[in-house]
Structure formats: structure tokens, C-alpha cells
């Protein structure tokens, strides 16, 4: 059977709601539902506050005591939802790992990277401190580090930004987790770099089989690299589909906008003074949820119906659910 078609994790209508100090309840994610094949690269796409990263934490409980979940996130048929801390401690980095979205930020200033590689390692197969330093270092080198030694007793300050990455993707990947979450892991880099990550998630995800779960806001960052992706607007997944069809034919109005969006700034390339569209309109805020689409306000294809219901989800080509009324009612 091929693993990749098996469903190895299913979020069930996921709503995460946050409280403030003053009562005031914030909808981050509302009825989120998504599918990980075994072995799949599928990326989340979209602006920045649409709930991508509360999306990546409730997979490892690490919303906070102001976060309230409801509905599933299984892992092979385990609910993460109902575990205690105790439970999601040992999954954490075994099973389902995450890869920072700042390393600078993440790893500990005083410690080394082999050292902080090693801590995870230690966390879950406790052992002799000897053959774990030795996967450390064979850990190193499969991650591209040609001075393996210098860089397990570097400091992070001492690394530059691409090696912090890779650290942090060590750390991740220690202890071969089913399943990768990569939150913006190329969004402090340049191009080339971006290039060098985006390849080294690949080898991992052939090697190990590992399914990746990658989140970002530039399309871009998915050519080539997802099999499938899943929009995000306003907490709500709008369209999902395989990266190749969405390119080819995107079909909600946020999508097309995103995607005219990342086209034109490749088009525009260095030169200066070259004004990128932009999507028009206010972005959508959760603390003003209507009955209605909530991208209507900066839809140009809106009509009257979308003013006051949500869409459903329709099916305009197979496999290719999309909320928009422009496909069904």
C-alpha cells in the first residue's frame, strides 16, 4: 500500500478561541478540518494573523492557559486534544516535532548547538553521554555541516542565520518524528539560503519518510516542494488542493489575490521604484465576526449572498473543496 495516501493525522472542526485579561474572547481558528497522508508535504498558506502558527502549537499543546480548543487533531486515531501535559511532553520532539519560526529566538544562548541537539535526544532516550554525542555528529554531517566539530561547540551567536536554521532543524528532526512542523522556516533568510532549507526538508522527508506540515505566507515557498496546500483566511481553511492545480487554477478569490501578488514580485525582480498590487480593502479582524464570507470585504468577485452567509464547500473539480459562492450555493 502506498503510505502516502493513508491519513496519518485528521484535524476535525479545530476552533481555538483566545481570552484576554478583560473577558473579551478572540476566534483565532473556527472549524478548521485537514487531512496529513504519511509521508506528505502539505503547506498552509496565508497572511500573517490568519491563524497558521495557532494552527502548528495546537498540534503540540503549547497555546497557553488563555486558549481554548475545541473539536480533534488525531495522530493514527490518538485524539492530542484530550492528552495531559505529561503525555504531549513525551510526544513532543518524538513524534511530532516544530521548527521555530525564529532560531535566533529559540535556541539557548548558552548553551552550545551540540549540547542543545543533544538535550532532546537525552529528553527521550535516556543513555551514555558518548554514543549520543556521536549521533550528534553523524546528525551534523547529514545536515550539511562540513566542520561538524567547530559547529558542535559553536554558541549560537557564533553561527550565521543559515546555521542557526539548521540547528534548529536538527534539534527537530533528532529523534525522527512522524511528523514535521516548519512554522515560516526560510523567513529570516535570503533566497539562496531559502533554497538550501526548502532542499534539506526535502532529503529529510525522502530519507525518513517524515510527513511535513509547512506554514507560510509567499507561495513561492511552496513550488516544488508541497504536494498539497490548504489556504488559510481569517481562521477558516478556504481552498485545498494539490500544489500543481492550485498554481495552474486557483480558485478562491484570495488565492488568485495571493498568487497575482507573489507572481508580480518575481516579475518585478530588483528593479526600484516597481508598486506590487496589494489586496484592497481592510483585512479581516476576529474580533468582528459576521454571518457572511469573511473575505467580502476585499472580494472584487463578491455579490449579494456573500454579505450575510458563510459559503459551504463546494466541489468544482475533484478533490478541490473550496467555501466561495462563486461555485455552488
Same mark, same amino acid.
Given at each position: ?7 496519518? @493525522? ?27 497522508? @504519511?509521508? #506528505? ?93 556521536? !549521533? ?12 561538524? #566539530? ?12 543559515? !546555521? ?42 525522502? !530519507? ?47 488565492? !488568485? ?33 459576521? @454571518? ?7 472580494? @472584487? ?27 455552488? #450555493?
Amino acid at each position: 500500500m502506498d503510505r502516502s495516501s493513508e491519513p496519518f @493525522s485528521q484535524v476535525r472542526d479545530l476552533a481555538v478561541t483566545y481570552r484576554s485579561e478583560n473577558g473579551a474572547a478572540v476566534r483565532a481558528l473556527d472549524g478548521v478540518s485537514l487531512e496529513i497522508r @504519511s509521508g #506528505e508535504v502539505i503547506g498552509i498558506l496565508g497572511e500573517s494573523g490568519c491563524g497558521k502558527s495557532t494552527l502548528a502549537r495546537s498540534f503540540l499543546g503549547l497555546l497557553g492557559p488563555n486558549a481554548r480548543c475545541e473539536g480533534t487533531i488525531l495522530i493514527r486515531g490518538q485524539d492530542l486534544l484530550t492528552l495531559s501535559g505529561k503525555e504531549l511532553q513525551a510526544i513532543r520532539g518524538r513524534k511530532i516535532s516544530i521548527i521555530p519560526q525564529d532560531p535566533a529566538v529559540a535556541l539557548n544562548p548558552v548553551l552550545t548547538s551540540g549540547a542543545q541537539i543533544g538535550e532532546v535526544l537525552r529528553a527521550h532516550f535516556p543513555g551514555p553521554a558518548r554514543p549520543r554525542r556521536a !549521533q550528534v555528529m553523524d546528525l551534523l554531517s547529514d545536515l550539511g555541516f562540513d566542520h561538524r #566539530e567547530r559547529v558542535y561547540s559553536a554558541y549560537p551567536h557564533q553561527l550565521s542565520g543559515g !546555521q542557526r536554521q539548521r540547528i534548529a532543524i536538527a534539534q527537530a528532526v533528532a529523534c525522527r518524528p512522524d511528523l514535521l512542523i516548519a512554522d515560516e522556516p526560510t523567513s529570516k533568510l535570503d533566497r539562496t539560503l531559502e533554497t538550501e532549507i526548502i532542499a534539506l526538508l526535502s532529503k529529510i522527508r525522502r !530519507q525518513h519518510g517524515t510527513a511535513i506540515l509547512v506554514i507560510g505566507h509567499d507561495p513561492t515557498l511552496f513550488a516544488g516542494f508541497a504536494d498539497r496546500m490548504a489556504v488559510m483566511y481569517a481562521g477558516r481553511i478556504v481552498e485545498v488542493g494539490s500544489s500543481s492545480e492550485i498554481f495552474r487554477r486557483p480558485l478562491h478569490p484570495y488565492t !488568485q489575490a495571493l498568487l497575482r501578488i507573489a507572481s508580480s514580485a518575481v516579475l518585478s525582480g530588483s528593479k526600484a521604484r516597481v508598486r506590487l498590487p496589494t489586496i484592497e480593502g481592510e483585512s479581516f479582524t476576529p474580533t468582528s465576526i459576521g @454571518s457572511g464570507c469573511r473575505f467580502v470585504a476585499r472580494c @472584487s468577485d463578491r455579490m449579494e449572498v456573500c454579505t450575510h452567509r458563510y459559503p459551504g464547500e463546494f466541489l468544482p473539480e475533484p478533490a478541490r473543496p473550496v467555501n466561495c459562492f462563486k461555485y455552488g #450555493e
